[in-house]
């Protein structure tokens, strides 16, 4: 028994020892002297830069890129461990799951940001875990946030900037709402033209003076559906346009201060979305496009059947694609039929819960799986913890999770 144990310690030494020697040969091939002023600057990069490469990369080389609407760091890691390459936090998310109301801009720029902050960190996370006990080297999910109306003018977009940039986020939304609320919710009320474009050059200016040139910034209007415009019209398609090109056509530093443009439209109506992304494309033909294939959509409505793919919306440019409280909708169902099994079957419903969770294979049928506790039990065996290797482990959650010594 000891010279297993034994054995196994030295075993797992040399795994990361041999691993250690991998990260270090890499970054050794891609670090260099900076040699001017400016790249001296962008050394002091914030978390954000690496991520928001990551989703530009994937924008160029996939043929659309999917996140699912997330809202806490555990939803992160589980969407990592499924397959996503991106991950989306909406301010609803946040709104009905951390505070249970709607969304009506209910919570400061720093809870939203913290929360950003909490998800970035999970998905690095399980960037370790996969290396430390599969020897696999994976990207970390790129998280794209709503960056809603940018909490005020030109100085609150700033300052809302710097925390975004120094939680890690890739990228995010601004909205041109004034009174701002949920894109599905009625009553809305849009900003002027000008004064979103200057909410949009804030962002782009702040991003890049703090070395974050790379941020992937969405321009979203809510024109298709707003009830009160400074333009003096209820919001249509055709003001939706108006605005978008407004937008894309704004300029600062020599370059479009957007990457991206986003219409909230009210349903998945097939032919309204493909005439706002020819009419914004007709102008601006390499600009990408993102939609909210959202879960206020009624998508059993028969009068858009057969529901379009994500492949058509991408042949029609649409890059980035999300559902906002794709998370919400498919945790609180789940974990509805189970409160409503328990209070119907006792402790019967808990067996039944926990042998579905092992056919669906999901790393959430242990909470020491997808905790990552995996990866703190290698290091403590490596040094010989005994609260590591302990006897009292077996045959609980860590051993039906594979963590058990």
């Known amino acids: 028994m000891v010279e297993n144990s034994i054995t196994e310690r030295i075993q797992v ?14 970054v050794a091939g891609r670090v260099k002297p900076a040699e001017t002023p400016e790249e001296r600057y962008k050394e002091f990069r914030f978390p954000s830069q690496h991520a928001s490469s990551l989703l530009r990369q994937m924008l160029q080389e996939e ?24 991950g989306y936090l909406s301010g609803y998310s946040y709104a009905v799951e951390e505070h249970g109301v709607t969304d009506v801009g209910a919570f400061s720029r720093s809870e939203l940001a913290e929360q950003a902050a909490r998800m970035v960190r999970a998905s690095n996370y399980w960037v370790r875990e996969k290396y430390v006990m599969d020897g696999e080297v994976v990207r970390p999910l790129p998280l794209v946030m709503d960056l809603e109306d940018g909490h005020g003018g030109f100085g609150q977009v700033q300052m809302f900037m710097q925390h975004i940039l120094g939680a890690g986020v890739a990228a995010g939304h601004l909205e041109d709402q004034a009174e701002r609320r949920c894109g599905h919710l009625p009553g809305k009320v849009l900003v002027t033209k000008e004064k979103q474009i200057e909410r949009l050059l804030a962002a782009r200016a702040e991003a890049d003076q703090m070395g974050q040139d790379n941020f992937v910034l969405i321009a979203r209007t809510d024109a298709a559906t707003a009830r009160y415009t400074p333009e003096g019209k209820i919001g249509s398609i055709d003001l939706a346009i108006e605005r978008t090109l407004a937008y894309a056509d704004a300029e600062i530093f020599n370059r479009r201060a957007i990457d991206l443009a986003w219409c909230e439209f009210k349903d998945q109506d097939w032919d309204s979305i493909i005439y706002w992304a020819r009419a914004v494309r007709k102008r601006h033909p390499h600009l990408d496009l993102a939609i909210n294939l959202s879960s206020s959509f009624d998508w059993t409505d028969r009068r858009f059947q057969p529901v379009f793919s994500m492949e058509q919306l991408a042949d029609e440019g649409f890059k980035y694609m999300f559902m906002t409280l794709a998370d919400n909708h498919a945790g609180r169902n789940g974990s509805w039929q189970f409160f409503k099994d328990v209070l119907a079957r006792g402790t019967r419903a808990f067996a039944d819960l926990q042998e579905a969770e092992l056919r669906s294979g999901t790393p959430s049928k242990s909470h020491n799986l997808l905790a990552g506790t995996n990866a703190y039990f290698v290091g403590g065996t490596v040094f010989g913890s005994q609260s590591f290797v302990s006897d009292d482990m077996r045959g609980s959650d860590a051993e039906l999770s594979g963590v058990a010594p």
């Open 63 to 86: 043929h659309y890129v999917f996140a699912p609407g997330l809202y806490n760091a555990g939803g992160m890691k589980l969407a990592a461990h499924a397959g996503f390459k991106a």
């Open 13 to 26: 030494s040399e795994m990361i020892e041999r691993r250690q020697r991998t990260f270090d040969n890499i």
